[in-house]
């Protein structure tokens, strides 16, 4: 008898225009000790299927067909409060996004505290002495300072850590992972990854993992179940899938995984499209006649460095005092110092709170540096203080960030979130002339005209991100800056952003930098590749030398901990001449 069996599960979105089925007569059974991968693109029904299993199906979705059963007894009619029972003591859920599944007013000591105690019957203190053991299990350091802290005091990865160990503290039966690993590095995924596949053989805990990294699934699951439009079209052991995958579908969302052994002239597309086609580039605009090229001056790399930094520091000022010693700072940059040439894709890589985005944000002029210097094109941006030269500054850089939602005025109207830094720079006479270069830019990135008018939540999150990179363009700049830009995206969607920027920076001359924990990605983007730990740049090489042979211990570990995908098929692939053969 399976741990968790779920047969043949129907689930409906009851609407004004009818009933849209999200998962159609999906059967899986999961054996304690066991680790189930359910991939597949957004809207595949992935989230939906967890979020039934442990109850948390909202209005108007419901469930029409078939039964879950965990340990022999179906537990998909009990009644909300014996449910309440089984959610977080036996079935435990770590979810996407952290900021959802913790509470803003408490601290983390009161929510794993508070979470023990109701299933568990500990004491406060045997509960305060758990909570300190499970963040240094998910790599939390100073823990005992850490747990007197709010959600918005963590970082985005070390939240996400928070919520792991918050499902993990009753030690459950199953638990079920929806993307657990999609805001950490490399490292901190391999610390997780290699808690999670403990916990599951020591304990017997059966895990379902929903993710899109199919790195994450190659390491770490014993089967795969892959799902299209809610419809199971295979499933079996992870080798077997990944290596000689049967059904199409599973072979183009394959395809389209970057890869880490070679590097590619493009990323495959998802092509098994039943019948909606996947938004790609207009080939029919000219981009050397129109907005992007007029009055611009792109031309080739000049040979010298478009941006220069030296000796940059930040420092944060954690707790303020008017006695200096008893002020509390951490230097987030320290004495960084790097070039990036004119048309060059400049990469950073490191874990999170290494100061990647914070380098960033100082070049952008987002953040005020503590020390040292940012040179854009001969000019010291850090010593700009009137507002006329930092616009001119600010309007030939412009920045892509990790999350396009957030990024984005739901209250705005896509034409008037592209427009505005075009009428805030007055780059054009007319009205008509703006909504005309708006109009050519959605054609651009593969959204068209028939955009204009909708607002972000009518988008998904790869057009989202496509809206992102069209408004980065309006102001036709000369520096790119890409946070994350494809983290929280599935693989499909991914290949279609990057291959997007690739374009672009192939056909406009755009200079680069391209900030990712994603390994894969960055061997696949980037000319040259800077590595930073605690705040420090250890090392920069060319991307090829850097993977091939690399120079920091630190780097080797990195690299070490990277999921290896070699056996997967290059059946299609586009490959670079000199990668042929991997390095």
């Known amino acids: 008898m399976a741990l968790l069996d779920i047969e043949n599960l129907k689930i409906e979105f009851a609407s004004r225009r009818g009933r849209l089925v999200a998962i159609n007569d999906v059967s899986l059974a999961l054996q304690k000790g066991e680790i189930l991968g359910v991939v597949g693109e957004s809207g595949a029904g992935k989230s939906t299927i967890g979020n039934a299993v442990i109850g948390l199906l909202e209005p108007p979705g419901k469930m029409t067909g078939g039964q879950v059963l965990l340990d022999g007894e179906r537990i998909d009619q009990l009644p909300p409060p014996a449910f309440r029972k ?4 036996r079935i435990g859920m770590i979810f ?9 007013l408490q601290t983390i000591e009161q929510q794993l505290v508070e979470t023990m105690q109701v299933h ?5 203190q045997q509960a305060h002495q758990r909570a300190l053991s499970l963040l240094e299990s998910v790599g939390i350091e100073q823990p005992e300072h850490r747990l007197q802290q709010y959600p918005h005091q963590f970082s985005g990865g070390m939240r996400q850590r928070v919520v792991i160990a918050l499902a993990l503290c009753c030690e459950p039966e199953v638990i079920i992972a929806d993307e657990p690993t999609t805001a950490l590095d490399v490292s901190i995924q391999a610390q997780i990854l290699d808690l999670l596949r403990v916990l599951c053989k020591e304990k017997q805990v059966g895990m379902i993992l929903i993710t899109h990294d199919m790195g994450v699934i190659a390491e770490i699951t014993d089967r795969v179940a892959v799902l299209y439009r809610g419809r199971l079209v295979e499933q079996g052991p992870t080798r077997q899938i990944l290596s000689e995958p049967q059904h199409l579908y599973t072979k183009s969302l394959i395809s389209a995984v970057p890869r880490s052994d070679i590097k590619l002239r493009r990323f495959p597309m998802v092509t098994y499209i039943e019948d909606v086609q996947a938004p790609a580039a207009n080939d029919n605009i000219d981009i050397a006649s129109g907005w992007l090229k007029e ?14 930094v030296d000796q940059l520091g930040m420092r944060f000022i954690l707790r303020n005092s008017m006695f200096k010693r008893r002020r509390i700072t951490l230097d987030a940059v320290k004495d960084v110092s790097f070039d990036i040439q004119e048309g060059e894709v400049f990469g950073l890589v490191g874990e999170s709170g290494s100061g990647k985005s914070t380098i960033a ?14 040179v854009f094109d001969n ?30 005025n739901p209250r705005m109207r896509i034409l ?17 002339d703006v909504r005309r ?21 009518e988008f998904s999150g790869g057009q989202r991100q496509r809206i992102c990179i069209a408004r980065a363009l309006a102001t036709r700049p000369r520096f790119l800056i890409c946070d994350e830009p494809t983290s929280a995206l599935d693989v499909s969607i991914q290949a279609q952003i990057l291959n997007l920027l690739k374009e672009l920076q192939e056909s406009l001359g755009l200079t680069m930098l391209f900030i990712s924990h994603d390994l894969p990605v960055i061997r696949q983007m980037c000319d040259r590749v800077g590595v930073m730990r605690h705040g420090q740049l250890l090392e920069v090489a060319p991307t090829e030398t850097l993977f091939s042979t690399p120079e920091h211990d630190y780097t080797r570990h990195l690299l070490s901990l990277m999921p290896t995908l070699d056996y997967l098929s290059r059946e299609g692939l586009e490959l670079e001449p000199a990668q042929a053969e991997p390095a």
């Open 361 to 374: 944000r100082l070049i952008a002029g987002l953040y005020q540096a503590t020390h040292g210097s940012v």
């Open 379 to 408: 000019v010291n941006v850090t010593d700009l203080k009137d507002h006329k030269a930092m616009n001119v500054f600010r309007r030939q850089i412009q920045m892509v960030f990790q999350d396009p939602f957030s990024s984005l």
């Open 416 to 432: 008037d979130i592209v427009a505005e830094p075009i009428r805030f720079h007055r780059l054009a006479r007319r009205e008509a």
């Open 86 to 89: 089984v959610r977080g003591r």
């Open 437 to 457: 270069i708006v109009g050519g830019l959605l054609d651009y990135v593969g959204l068209g005209e028939r955009a204009l008018l909708r607002f972000p939540h």
């Open 120 to 124: 568990l019957q500990l004491t406060t």
């Open 295 to 308: 009055r611009r001056d792109f031309g080739q790399p000049t040979g010298r460095p478009l941006i220069s």
């Open 96 to 104: 996407q996004d952290p900021l959802t599944s913790l509470d803003p």
